[in-house]
């Protein structure tokens, strides 16, 4: 299934992957409604693919590029900033994942620091 979600580009698809962290709290509440079990994993798998046909059907149509330029800017900035800062606060939260794996996390923040503002990244 995660050939689909690398596909799309290839077919003209100007979006960037990464597009689908802003619909987990969407996702969560729609398997929510299927009880536990094999029918919820049923549920993920059925829309995983639909969604992927569709960002096929999208990226070889040209559709997904008119779309892209229908959203405002504002509204694109808004979602990608929520989402960042979702993460964020999942991480740094109270019980959150940096008092479970506090080096892991210390790593990782310092690697995205470094490839973010090293001079020689910058200028490659």
Known sequence: MEFFY???HL???PVVPGWITPAIPLL???VSTF???ESRVHALIAFQMMLGL???FLGASGAAKRVVHLIPSAIKA???MGAGLAAVSVVFQAGGRFETYP???T???GIAFYLIFFRSILLS
Do not use: K, S
Request: hydrophobic share 60%; net charge negative.
């Open 6 to 8: 690398l596909l799309h």
């Open 11 to 13: 077919l003209g698809d």
């Open 28 to 30: 969560i509440m729609y």
């Open 35 to 37: 009880p536990e079990g």
């Open 54 to 56: 569709f960002a096929i």
């Open 78 to 80: 808004g979602i990608i």
């Open 103 to 105: 080096f892991t996390v």
């Open 107 to 109: 790593i990782a923040v």
